[in-house]
C-alpha cells in the first residue's frame, strides 16, 4: 500500500485533495498525506488481520489447518479483487479489510502447518524460510509497485490486483498438501492422523 498511496494516478481518484496537497505543499510528507481515510485505508489491513488472528485461532483448531489455509487464500483472493475494481473509497477500504482478514488467517494457519509436518530437525529452519519468504514478498510489492507507477491511469489497479498472484498460489497448496497429524487427532481421527504421520515421517511404527 505504501507504494500505491503515493502513485498520482491513485490520489487523483480517492484523495484528489492530497493530491493537489502534494503539488503545491512545501511542508513534510506527513502534512501531505494527512488525511484520516488514506490513513485507514494503510491501517484497515493491520486492524482487520488483528482482529481476525483470534477467528484464526478457533477456526484451526475447528476446522483444521487445511481449510484454514485455504480460506485465508480465499479471502485474500477477494480483497485483491476488490481493491483492483475498487470505482469509490468504501470498496477500496473493504479490499483492505479482506486482505487484512487473509493475512490474519494466514499468519495463524501456515506456521503452525510448517511447523506440524516439517521434521523435527528441521523445524526451525522451515518456520525461518515463512519469514524470509515474507520479507521477499515486501520486496516483490515495492519492484511491483515501481514497475506499475508509469502505467496511467490503472497501474495503481494492477499493483493491487497482482496481490491476489501469490494468494491463487497458496490455494492450489491448499488443495495439494495433507491435513497435520496434529489436527486431525485432536478432532478425534485417530486413525487418519496415525497415517499422516506415519505417511510424514516414512516409517509403519
Request: aromatic share 10%.
Amino acid at each position: 500500500s505504501g507504494g500505491v498511496t503515493s502513485m498520482d494516478d491513485f490520489l487523483k481518484k480517492f484523495f484528489p485533495a492530497i493530491y493537489e496537497r502534494k503539488l503545491h505543499a512545501k511542508e513534510n510528507n506527513y502534512c501531505k498525506y494527512d488525511d484520516q481515510l488514506l490513513q485507514l485505508f494503510t491501517s484497515s489491513l493491520y486492524l482487520a488481520a488483528l482482529v481476525a488472528s483470534f477467528g484464526a485461532s478457533k477456526a484451526c483448531n475447528v476446522l483444521g489447518r487445511k481449510p484454514t489455509i485455504g480460506l485465508a487464500s480465499i479471502l485474500f483472493i477477494l480483497g485483491a479483487i476488490a481493491s483492483g475494481i475498487a470505482p469509490n473509497k468504501a470498496l477500496l477500504i473493504i479490499g483492505r479489510i479482506l486482505f487484512g482478514f487473509g493475512v490474519g488467517f494466514g499468519n495463524e494457519s501456515v506456521p503452525l502447518f510448517l511447523s506440524e509436518v516439517a521434521p523435527m530437525q528441521h523445524r526451525g529452519a522451515v518456520n525461518i524460510l515463512f519469514q524470509l519468504f515474507v520479507t521477499i514478498g515486501i520486496l516483490i510489492a515495492n519492484l511491483v509497485n515501481y514497475a506499475v507507477s508509469s502505467i496511467h491511469p490503472n497501474g495503481w489497479r494492477i499493483a493491487l490486483g497482482l496481490a491476489g498472484v501469490p494468494a491463487i498460489f497458496l490455494f492450489i497448496g491448499s488443495l495439494i498438501i495433507t491435513e497435520t497429524p496434529s489436527s486431525l487427532i485432536e478432532r478425534g481421527k485417530e486413525f487418519e492422523g496415525k497415517e499422516v504421520l506415519r505417511k510424514i515421517r516414512g516409517v509403519d511404527d
